[in-house]
């Protein structure tokens, strides 16, 4: 991998972690939310303790990390240990720059829909460029290896309601955890978007009675390759030729015109394929991480 790309994609962890800090401390610490994870935690101690963040986030994420490498191996590299640093620094420097009461809005509804967006953006480019941040995507796997009958899904989504639930016990207030619950559903949303790609594709899976007609013209007029698939009719019992092509999102009404130019009786099924590699689309060496 070339010098500039490894610096590319640590610039960006960091950027990530950046976003990460920005959430936790400028909407959702200081209303309480903990929208699950080490970080969320770290909310909780902070709200109790008045530990910082950035200390609780190292001081559980290092022997997590440790643990991991042990039990796991050392899959986990570099760029966690790095993504883990970063966010804990950003959380010192956001700190010592507006101090620990800074908050950007007291409606809670707000901080946790932005403070969710955040965080979503910020993880998901952590994630997408090879680091985690530690926490309970660790501490699930982790779990997993000793209950292999939970998957560290399970595992992760069990700790993170543990999580919401205290920070609720807390602040005594169901609405607490209410309102992290929606931090944590609109990060993990955001953060499953960014790691899969911004740039969907569409297949499409086309029957007609003229397939060589249609995918000649797929080819001249849209560039694209066409795939053709033995089909047999179970009603009928004929046998026909399927033509599968998958083009991006911007050829989609083009490719739908042109079907039904050429047979106005095509069958045509369209489904949203997340991420497509190879010629025409994105390279397999610039894939998700």
Avoid at 116 to 140: P, S
Avoid at 273 to 278: A, K
Wanted: glycine share 10%; hydrophobic share 50%.
């Amino acid at each position: 991998m070339k010098k500039t790309t490894v610096l590319l994609e640590y610039a960006g962890i960091a950027l990530g972690s950046a976003l990460m800090a920005f959430a936790l401390h400028f909407f959702l610490e200081p209303n309480t939310i903990a929208p699950g994870g080490v970080t969320g935690v770290a909310v909780v101690i902070q709200r109790i303790t008045g530990i910082p963040m950035d200390l609780t986030n190292l001081v559980i994420n290092i022997p997590l990390f440790l643990a991991g490498i042990m039990i796991l191996g050392k899959a986990f590299g570099a760029k966690t240990a790095y993504a883990t640093l970063m966010l804990s620094l950003f959380l010192r420097l956001f700190s010592m720059g507006f101090g620990s009461t800074v908050t950007l809005t007291s409606d809670i509804l707000l901080a946790a829909v932005y403070g969710g967006v955040a965080m979503g953006v910020g993880l998901g480019l952590v994630f997408r460029l090879g680091g985690t941040t530690g926490g309970t995507d660790l501490a699930g796997a982790i779990l997993n290896h000793y209950f292999p009958s939970l998957s560290t899904a399970k595992m992760m989504m069990i700790l993170d309601l543990m999580i919401v639930a205290v920070a609720g016990l807390v602040e005594r207030r169901v609405e607490t955890a209410l309102y992290s619950i929606i931090a944590l559903y609109i990060l993990v949303k955001l953060t499953d978007f960014i790691v899969e790609d911004l740039s969907y594709a569409k297949a499409f899976y086309i029957i007609s009675d003229k397939p060589a007609v249609i995918s000649q013209r797929i080819i001249s007029e849209l560039s694209r390759g066409v795939t053709g698939l033995e089909a047999k009719g179970m009603y009928t019992g004929s046998h026909r030729t399927m033509l599968l092509c998958v083009v991006n999102r911007a050829e989609v009404a083009k490719l739908k015109k042109l079907v039904y130019e050429v047979d106005s009786d095509a069958f045509m099924m369209v489904t949203t394929i997340h991420e497509v590699l190879g010629e025409g689309f994105k390279e397999v060496g610039n894939s998700s991480v």
